[in-house]
């Protein structure tokens, strides 16, 4: 899954196993520049978008 999405020209950082509470998962920094979290699963694929704080 890696392969496929970096062939497409996104860079992964880091892999969860359960992302189901996105704002726990993600550092300081990442929250505070905007980040974007996606959980690939076997039926349901689940997007979390969070904005830059300015």
Sequence with gaps: MIKC???C???VLD???DAYNYGSI???TEKELGACVIDIGE???QV???N???
């Design 43 to 45: 039926d349901v694929t």
């Design 15 to 17: 892999v969860y196993s």
């Design 9 to 11: 020209g996104v860079d």
């Design 5 to 7: 999405v970096e062939a």
């Design 52 to 54: 830059a704080v300015n």
């Design 26 to 28: 993600l550092t300081a």
């Design 48 to 50: 979390a978008f969070m």
